[in-house]
Nanobody, 117 residues
Framework: MQLVESGGGLVQAGGSLRLSCAGS????????VGWHRQAPGKQRELVAR???????SYADSVKGRFTISRDNAKNTVYLQMNSLRPDDTAVYYC????????????WGQGTQVTVSS
């Protein structure tokens, strides 16, 4: 499956962005979709995840500010990011996990999010 992210850019602190991740195949049967990010010099971290059952989870650092959602009809996953902070600056990647026991199987190419103070 191919994943293509879009929606990144430069925003001032306190602003909002919505990232999109379009999949080339049916995402409705996928175990989980997730948004990860990697800031310079830091490890990649999972910031939001949505499972096939409809449950969502978030990293503590984004809880209450970011919302993950998916439109299965469009095979697209979104990440709404509000109240952005400079430490949210990173490359954001979407990924899918086909089964609960597999690692993240497919990744997008990433989209840059830069938050200025």
């Amino acid at each position: 499956m191919q994943l293509v992210e879009s929606g990144g850019g430069l925003v001032q602190a306190g602003g909002s962005l919505r990232l999109s991740c379009a999949g080339s195949g049916d995402i409705s049967s996928i175990n989980a979709v997730g948004w990860h990010r990697q800031a310079p010099g830091k490890q990649r971290e999972l910031v939001a995840r949505s499972t096939r059952s409809g449950s969502t989870s978030y990293a503590d650092s984004v809880k209450g500010r970011f919302t993950i959602s998916r439109d299965n009809a469009k095979n697209t996953v979104y990440l709404q990011m509000n109240s952005l902070r400079p430490d949210d600056t990173a490359v954001y990647y979407c990924a899918v996990k086909l089964y609960a026991w597999t690692p993240w199987n497919y990744w997008g190419q990433g989209t840059q999010v830069t938050v200025s103070s």
